[in-house]
């Protein structure tokens, strides 16, 4: 069985540029989640997708932060414009009922 | 609100020693436990979860954990350490949405990095 499939797995921007990242679930998991990890925390939750529909973004800064999942099963986060903070890994999760799985994340510098 | 905190920063072992990772939680109600490991550079992997039933759960690469309600914990065990475990291990959190289904929301903890000695 693949796993979650993430791109790109770097990128490095300039402040107030914008970026894009995509992600690609466990075939039939209907749950998504985009995490945000600075280094040396744990994975804070930006927003969960059941299909093509939101359940949770509480967590996601709207003012910059974007994601879709046009067709319930690929999804893309994007930032716009991007702040020195936004430096971390983003990483994307799908789950079913044996448990939520994760992508290698997109490690992003923003300098 | 859920939290999830794991009381050790940073723990090192000797390669062949037992070994036992920290995890306290709190949630209003059952929870759903997890602990993933992440190696450098790496997305995470999970190592076993509790949902119900048994409190002593057993997990890929010969890891346990065990539920224990009046302390709200559920730490991470290793009868014997190997080098290959060195990474940074992390406890969560969860619990059902009113959707039901596979929808939880995960709290992690800060994470505890193992160092093992050979």
């Known amino acids: 069985e693949a796993g979650v499939a993430q791109s790109p797995r770097y990128k490095i921007i300039e402040k107030r540029q914008s970026v894009a990242f995509w992600c690609n679930p466990i075939s039939g998991h209907a749950t998504l989640y985009w995490y945000q990890q600075i280094l040396g925390q744990g994975p804070k939750l930006l927003i969960q997708f059941q299909n093509n529909g939101v359940v949770d973004d509480s967590q996601l800064p709207k003012d910059r932060f974007s994601a879709e999942r046009l067709k319930g099963v690929d999804s893309t986060l994007k930032i716009q414009p991007a702040k020195l903070e936004d430096s971390a890994v983003y990483l994307c999760?799908?789950?079913?009922?044996?448990?939520?799985?994760f992508g290698p994340g997109t490690r992003l510098t923003v300098l | 609100a859920q939290s999830v905190t794991q009381p050790d920063i940073h723990i090192t072992v000797s390669e062949g020693a037992s070994l036992e990772l920290r995890c306290n939680y709190s949630y209003g109600a059952t929870p759903y436990l997890f602990w993933y490991v992440q190696s450098p550079g790496q997305g995470l992997q999970l190592l076993l979860k509790?949902?119900?039933?048994?409190?002593l759960v057993q997990g890929i690469k010969g890891f346990e954990a065990e539920f224990k309600r009046s302390q709200s914990s559920f730490n991470l065990r290793k009868p014997s350490v190997h080098w290959s475990d060195a990474a940074e291990y992390f406890c969560?959190?969860?619990?059902?949405?009113?959707?039901?289904?596979?929808?939880?929301?995960?709290?992690f903890g800060k994470g505890t990095l193992l160092t093992v000695n050979p």
């Open positions: 999760a799908s789950s079913s009922p044996k448990g939520q799985f």
């Open positions: 969560a959190v969860g619990g059902r949405l009113s959707s039901g289904g596979s929808n939880y929301k995960l709290t």
């Open positions: 509790y949902f119900s039933g048994d409190t």
